[in-house]
């Protein structure tokens, strides 16, 4: 398990930066880092850059993260986006499991849509919205 984590606080959010080396280990420790940052800042919108290295995670590995995480953070959070340019088709499942157990989350690909979905969402607005790939459409 190798990764560092930087926080910068932002006006509405905490964007959170992970490096490091990819391992379903690795992204439990780095939830857990977070959600104490999270409690010791008293925020619980993030933007979470996910920037590790080496192959994507295994499907059943991504859905014990998601369940686990899910699990540990259900109900202390208001926004958390997730951004990971290796989830690819992997995202939508990993999204669909930890929503199903109560985390308003989404992943993005890349940082440009996470941060207008997570401005869109501390706006408080119930116009609801399909981010994806750079456009931005009323759904």
């Known amino acids: 398990m190798n990764y560092q984590i930087s926080v910068e606080q932002r006006p509405s959010y905490l964007y959170v ?3 490091g080396t990819n391992s379903k280990e690795t992204v439990m420790a780095y939830l857990q ?3 104490a940052e999270c409690e010791q800042r008293d925020c619980f919108r993030i933007l ?31 926004a958390i986006a997730f951004v990971d340019e290796k989830m690819g088709d992997m995202s939508e499942f990993a999204e669909s499991v930890a929503v199903n157990r109560g985390l308003p989350m989404r992943i993005f690909s890349n940082v440009g849509d996470a941060e207008r979905w997570i401005e869109h969402k501390l706006s408080g607005s119930d116009e609801q919205f399909i981010f994806w790939d750079g456009e931005t459409r009323n759904h």
């Open 48 to 78: 979470v850059d996910e920037r590790l290295e080496g192959p994507r995670l295994e499907m059943m590995d991504v859905f014990s993260v998601a369940d686990q995480g899910s699990a540990k953070a259900r109900g202390q959070f208001d």
């Open 17 to 19: 930066t992970v490096t």
């Open 33 to 35: 880092d977070i959600v």
